[in-house]
């Protein structure tokens, strides 16, 4: 049984290891979210927590360091320009994604990993084993690692997931243990990045852009009544417990999506957490209808 949720969390994290054995894991949705209306950052927080209360299937025991994308300390008006940090990069070697699950058992535990592979072998599943029998935090998940592109994962795991056939289990051991994986499914890698408000004039001067793009506003209802932009979708950061579960299925992942707030950072998160469902390509429109209406068009009302 294949263990990949539609809907995964809140919003993605982002681990990345020490140069320890333990783990650190940074969160847009675990410190405070920018909120540029009067409500507090951490209500915000609380709202999307009571609404999702699990956790977005991680790669603690893979990544090698790992920068964030963004500091989540960051105030909203303190938006780095974030292209360079989250760009794809894509070349010969880095423009293939694999779906992967796995689980994990200690190095000595060789008389467990050898039953384990007969088991598999004889047709139980690896995700409920990792369930029961794995040391990976992923084991919530049922092993489920996520998407995972080259230079996340420790160079053992990497060699023998980037080298798996599709749908087959296979062994490697790295610093962590012994790992049983399965790569479930491959594309090319999606894109995740800022687009200035100059460029987004452009496009939307282009009638074909308001058909074929999807606009996302993730502003609240009292802020989209002071200010907005034609074509945009209102999907309230705040009503997420509503939209989010849809949203695979009232937008098309393989189309291009913008997605806005009102200084940019809470765009930002939405747009992680839509690369991280399966959307292709997402652009964050950096600094927000705030920066559109300093830069581009005075007409548009600033708040």
């Keep these: 049984m294949l263990r990949v949720s539609v809907l995964r969390s809140s919003f993605p994290i982002i681990p990345f290891s020490s140069s320890s054995s333990s783990s650190t ?6 410190s405070s979210p920018p909120s540029s209306s009067s409500s507090s950052s951490s209500s915000l927080t609380r709202i999307i927590h009571r609404t ?3 956790h977005s299937p991680s790669l603690p025991f893979t990544l090698k360091h790992f920068q964030p994308m963004t500091a989540h300390h960051h105030h909203h008006h303190h938006l780095p320009n974030a292209s360079a940090s989250y760009g794809t990069g894509i070349g010969p070697e880095g423009n293939r994604e694999i779906l992967v699950q796995h689980l994990l058992v200690k190095e000595n535990d060789q008389k467990l990993l050898l039953d384990l592979q007969q088991r598999i072998s004889s047709g139980e599943d690896l995700s409920d084993l990792a369930v029961e029998y794995s040391v990976c935090p992923s084991k919530e998940e049922g092993g489920m ?6 230079g996340q994962m420790v160079p053992e795991f990497e060699e023998a997931a980037f080298g798996a056939p599709l749908n087959k289990v296979v062994r490697c051991k790295t610093k962590f243990g012994w790992h049983l994986l399965q790569v479930l499914s491959e594309r090319e890698e ?4 800022d687009i200035q408000p100059q460029e987004l004039q452009v496009k939307m001067q282009d009638p074909n852009f308001l058909e074929e793009a999807q606009l996302i506003d993730v502003r609240e209802p009292d802020e989209v ?3 907005s932009l034609p ?8 009503q997420f ?3 989010g579960p849809e949203v695979a299925t009232n937008f098309d992942p393989n189309k291009d999506t913008y997605v806005m707030c009102h200084h940019g950072m809470r765009s930002l998160q939405v747009a992680k957490w839509l690369q991280s469902q399966g959307f292709r390509k997402v652009y964050n429109i950096s600094g927000g209808i705030h920066a559109y209406a300093e830069q581009v068009d005075p007409s548009v009302p600033t708040y």
């Design 25 to 30: 894991f940074a969160s847009f949705s675990s």
């Design 52 to 54: 999702f209360h699990f």
């Design 145 to 150: 690692l996520g998407w995972v592109r080259k």
């Design 190 to 193: 999606s894109i995740l990045q």
């Design 225 to 227: 009544a002071k200010a």
């Design 231 to 238: 074509g945009f979708k209102v999907l309230p950061l705040r």
């Design 241 to 243: 417990g509503v939209w």
